[in-house]
C-alpha cells in the first residue's frame, strides 16, 4: 500500500517535475521580482500572474522534454 | 604500440605504475580544506545574506566561486584518495564526499558510480555517462546541456547498467538525497525567493556549466578509446590555477589514485613514458610544468 503510494508520487515527478518546478521554483522568483519591481507596480493579480508564468514555462518545458 | 604492450624495459608498464604508485601516498589535505571550506563559506553566506551583514550580490559572486571549487574535492573522495585504503578512514572519503557537494546540489554516490563507470568506459558512446559532455559539437551545446540538466540526467545508465547490481544499488540508494535536494530547494523559494535563486540555484549551475566544460569536454574532446587515447593534454591562455589544471587530466585517467596536487610532479616523472605510448598531446609537455598550484608552508 505505502510503496504502491510512493511509486504512484515517483512516477508523477518523474512525469510532471518540469511542471511543478517551473510553477513553485520560477513562480516564486517571478513573484519576488514582480513585488520588487516599479514597473509591475498596480497589476492586480500579479502572484497569479508570476506562478501562471513559471508554470507555463515549465509546462512549455514538460511537453519539450528539456527546459533549453 | 599503446595499451601494455611493452616498448622497453626502462619505459615498462610496471615501471610506469611504479613511479605512478610514488605520487599515490601523501595525504590530500589541500583538497579536504577546499571542499570542507567551500561548503562552510557557501553555509555561512546564508545568515550572512538574510540578516543583511552582506549583500545579496556579493553573496552571489562568493556562491558561484564556491560552486566552482565544490566538485573537485568530492571527485578525490570518489577515487578514495583520502582513505587511501585504509578502512579507518573511509569516512573521510564520504564525508568530504557528501559535504563539499552541497554546494553542487549533487548527490555523492550517484556522482560516484557514474564517475567509476565513465573511466571504464571513456568516450564509449553508450556506456560513458560523460559522453554527452567531451562529443558535443561546439562549446556552446556543452554549456547549454549542463545549463538544462541533459549532461547530467544520469537516470538511463540504469539500464545501460541493468546487470550491474553494485550501480545499480547505489544509484537507487543516492535517490533519496535527490530529492531531499529538490525539495529543500522547492521549500526555501518559497520563503527565500531571491536568496534561494541567487545563493544556491544559479551558483550551482554556473559551478556545473564550470566543471563540465574544464572537467569533461577540454580533456576528451576529439578523444577516441583506449587507455592511453581516452585523454588529451591540452593548453589554454587562463593559467591552471583557474582551470583547476585539467590539462592535466589525462594522469589521472591513467592513474586516478595520484593527488590532484601531485599531479605536475607525477607528469613530469612521467612524460617519458607518456611519449612513448604516444599520448595525444605528450609531446608537448614541457620539461617544468609551470604555474604549479601546490601549497607549500
Known amino acids: ?68 | 604500440m599503446n595499451e601494455l604492450t611493452e616498448i622497453s624495459p626502462e619505459l615498462s608498464f610496471d615501471k610506469e605504475k611504479a613511479m605512478a604508485k610514488s605520487f599515490s601516498k601523501r595525504f590530500q589535505w589541500e583538497m579536504i580544506l577546499i571542499g570542507v571550506g567551500q561548503a562552510t563559506i557557501w553555509l555561512s553566506l546564508w545568515p550572512l545574506v538574510l540578516n543583511s551583514y552582506l549583500s545579496l550580490w556579493v553573496g552571489f559572486f562568493i556562491a558561484s566561486l564556491c560552486a566552482c571549487f565544490a566538485y573537485l574535492p568530492s571527485h578525490e573522495a570518489q577515487h578514495g584518495n583520502y582513505s587511501r585504503g585504509n578502512p579507518k578512514r573511509r569516512w573521510l572519503d564520504a564525508f568530504v564526499g557528501h559535504f563539499t557537494l552541497i554546494t553542487l546540489m549533487y548527490p555523492y554516490q550517484i556522482l560516484r558510480v557514474t564517475h567509476m563507470k565513465h573511466h571504464a568506459y571513456t568516450n564509449d558512446p553508450v556506456k560513458d555517462p560523460d559522453y554527452l559532455n567531451a562529443h558535443s559539437k561546439s562549446l556552446l551545446k556543452v554549456i547549454k546541456n549542463a545549463s538544462d540538466g541533459s549532461s547530467t540526467a544520469y537516470e538511463k545508465y540504469l539500464d545501460v547498467f541493468e546487470n550491474d547490481k553494485a550501480f545499480i544499488n547505489t544509484f537507487k540508494k543516492a535517490i533519496p538525497v535527490a530529492m531531499l535536494y529538490r525539495s529543500l530547494l522547492l521549500v526555501l523559494v518559497v520563503i527565500f525567493p531571491l536568496e534561494t535563486f541567487l545563493l544556491w540555484w544559479l551558483p550551482a549551475k554556473i559551478g556545473t556549466v564550470y566543471t563540465t566544460v574544464f572537467f569533461s569536454y577540454f580533456p576528451h574532446r576529439g578523444a577516441s578509446i583506449g587507455r592511453y587515447k581516452d585523454t588529451s593534454f591540452w593548453s589554454h591562455w587562463m593559467p591552471r590555477y583557474i582551470n583547476h589544471s585539467m590539462q592535466l587530466h589525462v594522469i589521472h585517467h591513467l592513474h586516478p589514485n595520484i593527488g590532484h596536487y601531485d599531479e605536475p610532479k607525477a607528469i613530469e616523472a612521467l612524460k617519458p613514458f607518456l611519449i612513448a605510448r604516444e599520448v595525444p598531446g605528450a609531446d608537448q609537455i614541457p620539461d617544468r610544468v609551470t604555474y604549479n598550484p601546490l601549497i607549500k608552508f
Not at chain 1, 17 to 44: D, P, R
Open chain 1, 1 to 68: 500500500m505505502f510503496e504502491a503510494l510512493l511509486e504512484k508520487i515517483f512516477n508523477h515527478i518523474a512525469d510532471w517535475g518540469k511542471f511543478w518546478f517551473g510553477f513553485i521554483f520560477l513562480g516564486s522568483i517571478f513573484n519576488a521580482i514582480f513585488e520588487q519591481s516599479s514597473f509591475f507596480y498596480g497589476i492586480s493579480n500579479i502572484s497569479f500572474w508570476a506562478f501562471a508564468l513559471g508554470g507555463l514555462i515549465g509546462l512549455i518545458a514538460k511537453i519539450r522534454g528539456a527546459w533549453l
